[in-house]
């Protein structure tokens, strides 16, 4: 778990510095984001690097964990509290994150899957259904 935690502070700190871009998801092509959720348990403020796919004016994340047994601690933040800030590089905003159900959910894990194809294997190494979740930009005029 703590060499996740430190890869991931490393990707952070990459992406932070270069406006979005970090070399090893540049040479794959993955868009990356940084997604800011507030503990669901401890109420701290939470920041994990992700890959994303779009679907109109929406954000698309899949809760895959690397196929893990179990959801990543960032699903359960968004469950908990699903007003979340989104970086893109050249961009911070707040979204607020919609768990889909079928057949969204397919669709889009799918959409997924064929650009990132990790995400089929993902959904192969694990027995649970991986949520897909949506994040709508909020308007901040409203």
């Not at 179990?70 to 509290?81: I, R, S």
Request: charged fraction near 20%; hydrophobic fraction near 35%; include cysteine.
């Amino acid at each position: 778990m703590s060499s996740q935690k430190e890869y991931n502070q490393t990707v952070i700190a990459e992406f932070r510095a270069n406006n979005g871009r970090v070399k090893h998801f540049a040479v794959t092509h993955t868009p990356l984001l940084l997604l800011t959720t507030v503990g669901a348990k401890s109420g701290q403020s939470r920041v994990t690097p992700l890959a994303y796919t779009t679907d109109g004016d929406r954000i698309i994340l899949i809760a895959s964990d690397k196929g893990s047994p179990v959801h990543p601690g960032w699903y359960h933040n968004v469950l908990a509290h699903p007003i979340v800030t989104v970086e893109t590089g050249y961009e911070c905003f707040q979204a607020r994150a919609v768990v889909m159900q079928e057949p969204e959910r397919s669709r889009l894990y799918t959409q997924m899957a064929n650009q990132l194809a990790g995400f089929a294997e993902y959904q192969r190494k694990t027995s649970r259904k991986i949520p897909v979740i949506a994040l709508q930009r909020i308007d901040a005029s409203h």
